[in-house]
C-alpha cells in the first residue's frame, strides 16, 4: 500500500540549489551532458506571464506521437505542474535537440500505469524518486499503480513541430 510518509513540499536551502543545477547546465549550453533521460522544461508563470525553467526526468516516450513523459515528483503543488495546467504551450529541450510542445497531464488512472510502466524498467530509479518524494510503497505493480495514481501525476510532452538542434 502507498503512503506518503513526510510532506511533499518542494526542496528548499541548499536541496533546492542541487535540484536548480541542471537548469543551469542547459544555460550554458552543455545539457547535452544529461543525455537524453533529462529534458529542460520551459513554461509560463501563471501569476508573472514570466519564462520559467526546470530540468524534469524523461520516464518515458510515446513512439506513436513522440511526446515525452514527465512526472511532478512533488505532486500536483508542484509550479511548473500548476502553470502548465494553467497554460499548456511550452518549450522542450532534451540534449541538444528543442521543441515547442503541448502539455497534457494525465489523467489519475493513465499517471498509475505510467508509474507501474516506468517502475518495471527502472527500478531502482523509481525507488529512489519515491524516496525523495516522501512515500512509501511495496515493490510490486500494483504498489506503483497507486503511487501515480495518488501521489504523482505525469504530463505528456507532445512536440508541435521537429525536434530542432
Do not use: K
Not at 504498489?143 to 507532445?158: E, K, M, N, S
Amino acid at each position: 500500500m502507498a503512503r506518503r510518509v513526510r510532506p511533499s513540499a518542494g526542496p528548499t536551502g541548499w536541496r533546492r540549489t542541487m535540484f536548480r543545477a541542471p537548469v543551469r547546465l542547459y544555460r550554458w549550453h552543455l545539457g547535452w551532458l544529461l543525455g537524453s533521460r533529462f529534458c529542460l522544461l520551459t513554461h509560463t508563470g501563471r501569476s508573472t506571464g514570466r519564462p520559467r525553467q526546470t530540468v524534469l526526468e524523461v520516464a518515458g516516450r510515446d513512439p506513436d506521437t513522440g511526446a515525452i513523459l514527465v512526472a511532478s515528483g512533488f505532486g500536483r503543488a508542484s509550479q511548473w505542474y500548476r502553470n502548465i495546467c494553467q497554460d499548456a504551450r511550452v518549450h522542450v529541450r532534451v540534449g541538444r535537440r528543442s521543441s515547442e510542445a503541448l502539455a497534457r497531464p494525465f489523467t489519475p488512472d493513465e499517471s498509475g500505469r505510467a508509474m507501474a510502466l516506468y517502475a518495471s524498467r527502472h527500478p531502482r530509479a523509481a525507488r529512489q524518486l519515491l524516496r525523495v518524494c516522501g512515500v512509501e510503497a511495496g515493490v510490486d505493480g500494483e504498489d506503483f499503480y497507486a503511487v501515480g495514481h495518488d501521489f504523482i501525476p505525469f504530463v505528456a510532452l507532445t512536440p508541435t513541430g521537429a525536434f530542432l538542434e
